[in-house]
Each structure stands twice: as structure tokens, then as C-alpha cells.
């Protein structure tokens, strides 16, 4: 079906980052991953885990130095490939992507890719309003400068400006860095929105379990560079040990599950079930 469909495919994909060093060592190691249209992935590990090297093959920011990656069915590192399009259909909001923001108005920096990617201006504006919208950015902000907006909002706005340019898949790198709870609870439900009611695939990157928990319907942990688990975040948590080895912590289930349902948050099937006490 449509909902199976297999956008991106990384097979046997590794990086080595300085091949003629002694002291050199895959980055990535023979790493296989599908991802699926409409899925909401989140991608666990510990600092240097590999994460941002894997993320920066999933749009052909980097080549691997060995295996494949498939979008669509084509390798994106053949010869001739349209990699610039593959940028805006897989689209990467990096860590602080607010540091980015450089136009004099919110509505000029949201604009700034689809005017890249050479629409005309009417289509331009309509885009940028669109993403405007997704991410809760009302239009009295639109002539503000970036700079004099919360992080939050600065946040969102970065966001904005990679939806703007349409993406299939949605890539975030640790999007609720430095945000307070609220920030981080705000962002993270426009992020599940996305999702739910647009149908864009969600990538996000986190090493915080109990972000990814919140709205993942499957986990990736990375460790050492390669996928050692990768499957429902309930089957991940049953390897309580083996993550704790890894640093990671499992976030308590029952309780952030009814903390979540009090405040309101509604509460996936397929993420975790709660487990009744
Ligand atoms: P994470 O995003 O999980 O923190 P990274 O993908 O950044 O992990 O890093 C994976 C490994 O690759 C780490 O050992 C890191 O030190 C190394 N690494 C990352 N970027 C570079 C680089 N530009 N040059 C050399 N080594 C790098």
C-alpha cells in the first residue's frame, strides 16, 4: 500500500571519515535501514553514537564510502543524479537550526528556498505562508526580524523554512535542544502534527528517550555506528539492560504515559501501550 511505501534505502552503507588515517574507523558501519512513507522514526544514541553522520546520508549531504542509498528506487550517487532536488524532497533542519536565520523578516527567511529552487513568487509566497502555518507562526510575526523573537519561535521559523520547501521526509537533529519543557512539548506536537495530518515522514533525532517515546512509532538505537536495534519503542525499552549499557535511559513508561494523557496529549497505539500497574 501507499502507507508501505519505501522512500529511502540505505543498504550495507558505511562512512569512514579520513580513509587514510592509521587511526581511522567507520563512522558508520554496514548500516541497512528502509524507511516508509507517513512513518515517524526517532533516532537514539549516545553523543558521537553516529547519528549525524547517518542523517547527513539520508539527503546526500554525504557519500558513503561504501554500500548504497536508494530514493525512490534510484541511487542518488549515480551519475547524473538530481541531488539538489533530493535536498528539498529530504529535508534536514540541523541542531540550532536557528543560527541560520539571516533575512530582515521571518517571511523573507521562510521564502529564501523555494526562491532557491526558482518558483515564482506568487507560488513562493504560498509556500512560505503554508509553512508559516505548520508550525504555529501567527502573521503578525511576518515583517518581525528573526532576531527579536523567542528561541522557540526562531526555532520554529527554521523549521518552516526547510517545510517550505516541500519535503517527503522531515529531518530533525535534535529540535528541542535547549528549549525549555514547554518549548520542547510545543515544538514536538507541531513536529506529530506534521505527521498525523500532512503525511510527512518525521526523522528525528534525539538522545533523549523520552522525547523520541513521546510520538515515534519506531526507534533506532545507534551505537557505535551501526542500527543495534530498530523496531516498536516498547520492543526497543524490553532491552533495558543493554541500553542502560549504552547510557541511555528508559524513560519510566507508565508514568510519562499518564503525565502525557493529563496534559492533554493524545496518546498513540502503536507508540507504547501502557502498561497497567
Ligand atoms: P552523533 O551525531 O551521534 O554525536 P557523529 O555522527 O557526529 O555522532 O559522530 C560519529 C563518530 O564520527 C564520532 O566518533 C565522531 O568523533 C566522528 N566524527 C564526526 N564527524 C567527524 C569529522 N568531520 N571528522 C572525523 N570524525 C568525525
Not at 515544538?187 to 526523522?203: F, M, P, S, W, Y
Not at 533506532?220 to 551501526?226: F, H, I, M, R
Request: glycine residues 8%; aromatic residues 6%; contains cysteine.
Amino acid at each position: 500500500s501507499e502507507q508501505e511505501k519505501v522512500l529511502l534505502q540505505l543498504s550495507h552503507v558505511t562512512h569512514v571519515y579520513d580513509p587514510d588515517s592509521k587511526e581511522s574507523f567507520p563512522a558508520l558501519n554496514d548500516v541497512s535501514l528502509s524507511i516508509h512513507k507517513n512513518e515517524f522514526i526517532g533516532i537514539i544514541g549516545h553523543t558521537g553514537s553516529g547519528k549525524s553522520t547517518l542523517i547527513q546520508h539520508l539527503n546526500g549531504l554525504m557519500k558513503p564510502t561504501s554500500g548504497t542509498i536508494t530514493y525512490d528506487g534510484k541511487d542518488i550517487w549515480q551519475d547524473g543524479y538530481p541531488l539538489k532536488e533530493l535536498r528539498s524532497k529530504v529535508g534536514l533542519v540541523f541542531q540550532y537550526p536557528e543560527y541560520q536565520l539571516f533575512e530582515e523578516s521571518v517571511f523573507k527567511d521562510v521564502c529564501f528556498g523555494p526562491k532557491n529552487q526558482g518558483l515564482i513568487e506568487d507560488e513562493v509566497k504560498a509556500r512560505a505562508t503554508e509553512a508559516l502555518k505548520m508550525v504555529g507562526i501567527d502573521e503578525s510575526l511576518y515583517e518581525a526580524s528573526p532576531f527579536e523573537l523567542s528561541g522557540g519561535q526562531k526555532r520554529r521559523v527554521a523549521i518552516a523554512g526547510v517545510l517550505a520547501m516541500n519535503p517527503q521526509i522531515l529531518i530533525l537533529d535534535e529540535p528541542t535542544a535547549g528549549l525549555d519543557p514547554k518549548g520542547r512539548d510545543d515544538i514536538l506536537g507541531q513536529i506529530a502534527k506534521l505527521q498525523k495530518e500532512r503525511g510527512i515522514t518525521i526523522v528525528l533525532v534525539s538522545h533523549s528517550m523520552e522525547d523520541v517515546a513521546q510520538y515515534a512509532s519506531r526507534i533506532l538505537v545507534v551505537n557505535g555506528g551501526k542500527i543495534v536495534f530498530d523496531d516498536k519503542p516498547r520492543k526497543v525499552f524490553e532491552h533495558e539492560k543493554e541500553l542502560h549499557e549504552m547510557g541511555l535511559a528508559i524513560p519510566q513508561v507508565t508514568q510519562l504515559m499518564h503525565r502525557l494523557k493529563s496534559e492533554g496529549y493524545p496518546v498513540f497505539e502503536n507508540a507504547i501501550t501502557v502498561q497497567e500497574a
